[in-house]
């Protein structure tokens, strides 16, 4: 067990150090450039840019910048954001926690609607309530996200407010505060929710109605079992398992799934960071970014994989 | 006073996108506390049906008419609170391969306990356990934990929790080695005398049948065709059906089920593959031991032993899949290439037909697609289609070109089978090795194909490792005999001296774990008849 563990634990490493570099190169090859879009609208000599350039250390060799980005990155330092001018992390860590709290919340909703739409529709399978819910989750997958979330902020009109976090006049007290982000959030939460259930809702229906079939449901029949019995103690345990790993996975992919949402209601979170950095290009914020995004999906992984250990006897065995 | 089970003129329909499909047709069946009624037939005869209609358990799509009286009262009336009331605790089922019947993610003792539980009957697993043999400890194992036995038991430990009167076993030892399957007959036997309960035993196997069953029918299409007491329908079976099951399963010593003829045997052929002290080792276990084997060429010989005796390690050392930890591995003298070049060329010489010809061919491939692939792969020259017509011949399935478009699931498991086999002719290959050729398919096409087995040894030459657990399929078709037991070959021999006179006390066991029947006096192996 504990060989397994140091085992994942070490090839997510390996995939993290290779995000780093990638997180380097992949930047590198975005048009535009940083110095003549901070300078944008002001009047600058060649001589500035070039000291601007030779400050940012964007005028070294490609490969010298390399090393002195990995060596730093190695130290836990992803430099200063040339928009901000503030360390990256500490930037990043501000903004990490309204992303935890958007698409932690919206993810739980979205799997637990999804799972239990997806058990009814494969226990009922072609009935008019299945396919109505198959195909409205499909019809809001197949949504942009964006277009999805401004629809439903004209819908609600004043009802939800649909930009930020808080409003600036809320009083400091603890309950208020919640009351107000919680009211901030409605929209973005509705709108993801809207958009990511529909694979949940899938994988758990296809993964039931293959267990439909299975003989042990036919033994359990047998022994007299109620059919809501036969179906929570014995088909569910056994499709949830192909269904959390598809969880986990996509809990890693949510963050960056964010970016979308974060953009369209200004929830300054981690995505709309993103896409701040992205119009830079703010180098440095940039690479910090990739790599937290790109480390969640990894971590998730790895619980997952651990997760999955723990439900299937069969796994943990082998 | 009724009887334990009665079936009244029982139709079973199965409405399907073409219409309705006859399952069952007027079936009527009896039977009385303390007796073991048999069922036999072939797949899709409609048995499994009779069995699941009892406690009613067939799928939506089911039309039933005709009555089953358990003790007397329709089960087709019940209401479902009624209905599950008695599933279970008047009767259960032991279902056909356990591997499936199980729930992979409870511990099977939870799964005995369950209808215990549900039912309000008190009782203890470890007693249940005691009864099927298995120890108290074996509660805390997950299905896969066990082996194909062990999970037979604990379902027969679950079917008997509730204390039953009628237990139906559908299948129980298909799938499962010859000493194994006695085991698990003798246990089913035992109960039935110590406990009174009626038996309903359903499989394709007489000689199972007729080892434990006080009557028998004989089911095809949905009909029974012969029906009486077991002794009889085998001893003297009056319907050809019934004639073509008994014979499909050969009484070892019985010369009419023997198709080889000792002088047909090459015995002084050149030696075509070799075995020389082969070892294989995983970790700390030897799965082979030291073993010395060769097959002429043109001969067929037999490798038997049980489930995990190391046989099927032993065929993929020979086949060049497996490393051996020490020994050589020699074909035509030579020993075997390391390449992946030269191990290609190797295995065109030696082709591989594996058990379940659905599971070894891709439900998408065409059977065109399925038998050029090999061709393909080693790049042989010349027109492909003629070749694959070629093989498709030889293996009997005529004309080719009419085989060419289609897809697995539109053959019958013969049919499939053969497409298995043509897959490895196509290749021209000297030897073929055959891991339980025949079984996974029903008893009238075994016969088939165990035939063009020995056609093809006839007219091409071609010579067959047979690997199997069955020693009725080593007698029907092997020149000689390999017997292998932990690891080791402790007999080897033509078949005559091996089966007909054993001398190493495994063989004997093997042969007295055999189920037979009346049809023949049995040589005498073992001490104790």
């Known amino acids: 067990m504990i060989r397994h563990l140091a085992g994942k634990v070490g090839g997510a490493l390996v995939s993290l150090l290779f995000v780093v570099a990638l997180g380097f190169l992949l930047f590198r090859v975005i048009p535009g450039d940083p110095v003549v879009a901070m300078t944008r609208g002001r009047p600058v000599t060649g001589d500035q840019l070039a000291e601007l350039r030779a400050r940012l250390g964007v005028d070294k060799p490609l490969d010298e910048q390399f090393v002195d980005y990995l060596t730093a990155a190695l130290r836990g330092d992803f430099g200063t954001s040339y928009v901000y001018s503030r360390p990256v992390l500490e930037l990043i860590g501000e903004r990490l926690w309204p992303t935890v709290l958007l698409t932690g919340t919206s993810t739980v909703l979205a799997v637990v609607i999804g799972l239990w739409l997806g058990i009814r529709g494969a226990w009922r399978r072609g009935s008019r309530s299945d396919r109505v819910s198959t195909g409205l989750a499909l019809a809001q997958w197949a949504m942009p996200t964006f277009w999805l979330g401004m ?60 267990e439909m079939h299975a003989d042990y449901l036919t033994t359990a029949r047998a022994k007299g079992l109620r059919d809501d019995l036969v179906r929570r103690r014995h088909a569910v345990p056994n499709a949830l398992l192909p269904t959390v790993t598809l969880v986990f996975l996509h809990l890693g992919l949510v963050v960056s799934g964010a970016i979308t949402v974060e953009t369209v209601f200004s929830w300054p979170g981690l995505g709309l960071l993103t896409y701040e950095a992205l119009t830079g290009p703010d180098l440095p914020l940039l690479q910090g970014t990739f790599v937290v995004l790109a480390g969640a999906v990894i971590t998730m992984n790895v619980f997952a994989d651990l997760l999955y250990r723990v439900l299937d006897p069969r796994v943990r065995a082998s | 006073m009724s009887s334990l089970l009665e079936l009244r003129d029982l139709s079973v329909h199965y409405r399907t996108a073409r219409g309705e499909a006859t399952a069952v047709r007027s079936v009527s069946l009896e039977l009385e506390a303390g007796q073991t009624l048999g069922l036999a037939g072939e797949s899709g005869c409609g048995k499994s049906t009779v069995a699941m209609s009892v406690l009613r358990l067939l799928p939506r799509n089911a039309r039933v008419e005709g009555e089953v009286l358990l003790d007397g009262e329709d089960v087709q009336g019940m209401s479902w609170g009624r209905l599950r009331a008695v599933r279970w605790a008047a009767a259960s089922v032991v279902f056909q391969g356990a591997m499936h019947a199980l729930n992979p993610v409870h511990r099977v003792g939870e799964q005995i306990a369950e209808p215990m539980r549900l039912h309000g009957v008190t009782g203890s697993v470890s007693a249940l356990l005691d009864q099927v043999e298995l120890p108290a400890r074996a509660a805390r194992a997950y299905p896969h934990e066990l082996s194909g036995g062990q999970k037979q038991r604990v379902m027969i430990a679950m079917a008997l929790a509730c204390e039953p009167r009628l237990v139906i076993a559908d299948e129980p030892t298909t799938a499962l080695d010859v000493v194994v399957q006695a085991q698990v007959l003798d246990v089913l036997k035992r109960l039935v005398s110590e406990r009174g309960i009626g038996l309903v035993m359903i499989s394709h196997d007489l000689s199972v049948l007729a080892s434990t069953c006080d009557r028998l029918a004989v089911m095809r299409y949905g009909q029974v065709v012969e029906e009486g007491p077991a002794r009889e329908v085998i001893a003297s079976p009056t319907h050809p059906h019934t004639q073509a099951l008994a014979a499909a399963f050969p009484t070892v010593g019985d010369p009419a089920s023997r198709h080889v003829t000792p002088s047909e045997a090459p015995s002084d052929g050149p030696v075509l593959l070799r075995a020389s002290g082969v070892r294989v080792s995983f970790g700390a276990t030897e799965a082979v031991a030291g073993v010395d084997l060769e097959v002429r060429a043109g001969e067929i010989v037999a490798l038997v032993g049980q489930s995990g005796s190391g046989k099927t390690t032993l065929a993929r050392t020979l086949l060049g899949l497996q490393r051996p930890t020490a020994g050589r591995v020699l074909f035509e003298g030579v020993g075997l290439p390391r390449s992946a070049s030269g191990l290609r060329a190797y295995r065109r010489q030696v082709q591989l037909v594996l058990q379940d010809p659905t599971s070894a061919l891709n439900p998408r491939h065409s059977v065109y697609e399925a038998v050029a692939e090999g061709l393909r792969i080693h790049r042989v020259p010349g027109d492909e289609a003629a070749r694959v017509a070629e093989a498709l011949s030889q293996a009997e ?110 063989t004997r066991t093997l042969l007295a774990a055999v189920p037979h029947d009346q049809r023949s006096t049995r040589p005498n192996w073992t001490n104790s008849p």
């Open chain 1, 151 to 210: 629809l439903l902020s004209l819908a609600t009109g004043d009802l939800f407010p649909s930009g930020g976090m808080r409003y600036p006049d809320t009083p400091p007290d603890f309950l208020s505060q919640a009351v107000d982000v919680a009211h901030h959030m409605v929209l973005p939460c509705l709108t993801m929710i809207a958009v990511v259930y529909a694979q949940y809702l899938l994988v758990m229906r296809s993964s039931l109605l293959e």
């Open chain 2, 397 to 506: 399935l005529r004309p080719p070109e009419l085989f060419f478009p289609s897809l697995p699931h539109e053959l019958s498991g013969g049919q499939r089978q053969r497409v298995v086999i043509a897959g490895a002719l196509a290749l021209g290959p000297r030897l073929l090795i055959a891991d339980e050729p025949v079984a996974s398919l029903d008893a009238s096409v075994r016969g088939e194909i165990l035939a063009l087995l020995l056609r093809l040894r006839r007219e091409l030459g071609l010579a067959a490792l047979v690997i199997t657990h069955d020693l009725g399929l080593a007698w029907t078709i092997a020149d000689r005999v390999a017997v292998m037991y932990q690891g080791e070959l402790v007999e080897q021999g033509t078949v005559e001296q091996v089966l007909l006179s054993p001398r190493h006390d495994y």
